[in-house]
């Protein structure tokens, strides 16, 4: 593209604060956009800055045509309405794929989103590259957030799969989850998934990212996800580790989305 | 609110060509709007109008402050794209609740649609009406279609049930069907759902409509739904009727967000 139309693509991430994780993942989105040429561009604000100083900021990008892509680190300082932000990144720029606009398309038979949302496409990417099936396999999605498990069961549906969303109020979640062929867990609860929870040769894609207490490791705590790893790779017949399964197809995605971004806005195939 | 502020909510019906089917409908939307006071406008079309003609009527009634609400009954004539002419009714007045980006904030927690879709909306209102609970309860919902699979699924997800959406690519429909404590079915199959899939005790709302060939009937074909009534009847604790269930709440609830547009036009509480 850079040889062809001289256009780099671009992506700019906004960061507001001084959390640990998400100054780790931006590092990450930076490092990973320069291994394949993006361009990224950082704002860095402090924890006490205004709303309006980042709506200031993607407003600029919005305008800025060497910005193809703009992301907003989450969680925002709870002084800021999450919703007001996300909602000032201009629809063709939102790689992320959070706008309700590409959430209804994504919902919709016979519609198109612009973008769809990055970890939740990981999660199909995962399961397309190890050629896993999907069409009319039984799934349950664990967990219904707007960023993961509400897209995730959207995307599997699309895929055809018969798709059960599985939260809090729901009654019986391991009898459920042991109907599934393919589980995507994205709740937030160390190794809440047993191995009582899988079918036999169930494909297992855990989105959870938990810190628990570990006083052997050295910074005091390690992670794990939501699934008990230990005892779901006796039973099933895939299983992704945490850290290392899905967060980096979630940065990979954030790339590619960049990068149709860029071709869409030069039209370029 | 006549008499408070001199508005009378007006809905606007777009009817093309001469399908006897969609006559009926909107001649019962009239006629639902005289009886509870709503005016209504009607357009009719012949089949072979053209896109843009149907579209020049879209934006005169968006533009003109005495119609709160404008519905195009569907299907249009093959020659015209539907999704066009959807697209170009103003989201403020989609009493239909059609547009993607309600769509997309029916979908997202923590958001809020301008319409909810009128026949969802209208299954969802005889479980309350009927005082079945809702919350954590298993829901099937047969058919994924944009206009009743899809979005009762996400209403019945928002009310906390833990939600299943069979369809025509699912294995094994009658096993997933027997597991739910509501069934909403829209899928045009006549007498598909037997007294085999439905759990003892079940609520059943038939949204399918089908006509089957009746030499006893003077018109030569009578109405079912997609649940096998006589079958049903005998299972579940609740069934609607085909017809005469859900068709009357569907027109209930179209003349309910007419009243809720013209209400949120005028800032009238």
Same mark, same amino acid.
């Given at each position: 593209?850079?040889?062809?139309?001289?256009?780099? #693509? !671009?992506? $700019?991430?906004?960061?507001?604060?001084?959390?640990?994780?998400?100054?780790?993942?931006?590092?990450?989105?930076?490092? $990973?956009?320069?291994?394949? !040429?993006?361009? &990224?561009?950082?704002?860095?604000? #402090?924890?006490?800055?205004?709303? *309006?100083?980042?709506?200031?900021? @993607?407003?600029?990008?919005?305008?800025?045509? &060497?910005?193809?892509g703009i992301l907003v680190q989450l969680p925002l300082p709870s002084h800021m309405n999450e919703q007001n932000v996300l909602n000032a990144v201009r629809i063709e720029k939102d790689v992320d794929g959070f706008h309700p606009l590409n959430i209804g398309r994504l919902a919709m038979r016979g519609r198109e989103p612009l973008f769809v949302p990055c970890t939740p496409k990981g999660c199909i990417e995962l399961l397309h590259r190890h050629n896993f099936p999907i069409k009319g396999k039984?799934?349950?999605?664990?967990?219904?957030?707007?960023?993961?498990?509400? #897209?995730?069961?959207?995307?599997? *549906?699309?895929?055809?799969?018969t798709v059960t969303v599985v939260h809090s109020r729901t009654c019986n979640p391991e009898e459920?989850?042991? *109907? $599934?062929?393919? @589980? @995507?867990?994205?709740?937030?609860?160390?190794?809440?998934v047993r191995g009582s929870w899988i079918k036999p040769g169930a494909v297992i894609i855990d989105v959870g990212i938990n810190p628990v207490e570990d006083p052997n490791s050295p910074r005091g705590y390690r992670l794990v996800g939501d699934v008990f790893y230990e005892e779901a790779c006796k039973i099933a017949s895939a299983v992704t580790p945490v850290p290392g399964g899905v967060g980096p197809m979630t940065i990979a995605m954030l790339l590619q989305n960049t990068l149709i971004s860029a071709k869409r806005i030069h039209s370029f195939k």
């Open positions: 593209m850079k040889e062809a139309i001289g256009v780099i #693509p !671009g992506l $700019a991430v906004i960061l507001v604060g001084d959390r640990k994780d998400s100054a780790t993942y931006v590092r990450n989105k930076k490092k $990973a956009c320069e291994s394949v !040429g993006i361009n &990224s561009l950082e704002v860095h604000l #402090p924890e006490d800055c205004t709303e *309006q100083e980042v709506l200031n900021h @993607i407003s600029g990008f919005n305008e800025d045509s &060497s910005v193809h039984r799934a349950v999605v664990i967990g219904r957030s707007n960023i993961v498990g509400m #897209p995730a069961a959207l995307l599997l *549906q699309r895929e055809d799969a459920i989850t042991r *109907q $599934a062929d393919i @589980i @995507i867990s994205a709740v937030g609860q160390p190794n809440m």
